[in-house]
């Protein structure tokens, strides 16, 4: 079994940043493509960002593009999410996963094809 571990949520104001982390202890999760997922109460996981095993291809959501990046440190085992330009409609608990199987491009915004999850990070970003 793989915890991962979220860390860096918080509040912010609307154009805010944060960046979020995600830890993979060992490093038997982190050479698989990983992916950011958030969700909101009553609502089902929607993804944000997925990243290759080597971080060289990434996917985001269009609701994302252009103001969240998707990068990783096998080295460190470690996951990141940086947020920029932050709208109140961000906010969310954010959920890091791992160990998708390929093909990734057809999988990756689907939260059941992946094994491995941390407990998540709340993000509230206020007007």
């Known amino acids: 079994q793989v915890q991962l571990v979220e860390s860096g949520g918080g509040s912010v104001q609307a154009g805010g940043s944060l960046t979020l982390s995600c830890v993979v202890p060992g490093n038997r999760g982190i050479m698989y493509f990983m992916g950011w997922f958030r969700q909101v109460p009553g609502k089902e996981r929607e993804a944000v960002a997925g990243?290759?095993?080597?971080?060289?291809?990434?996917y985001y959501s269009d609701s994302v593009k252009g103001r969240f990046t998707i990068s990783r440190d096998n080295a460190k085992n470690t996951l990141s999410l940086q947020l920029n330009s932050l709208y109140p409609e961000d906010t969310a608990m954010y959920y890091c996963?791992?160990?998708?199987?390929?093909?990734?491009?057809?999988?990756?915004?689907?939260?059941?094809?992946?094994?491995?999850w941390g407990q998540g990070t709340q993000v509230t970003v206020s007007s």
């Open positions: 990243i290759s095993p080597e971080g060289g291809i990434t």
């Open positions: 996963a791992s160990g998708l199987s390929p093909p990734w491009s057809t999988a990756w915004t689907d939260f059941r094809k992946y094994p491995y």
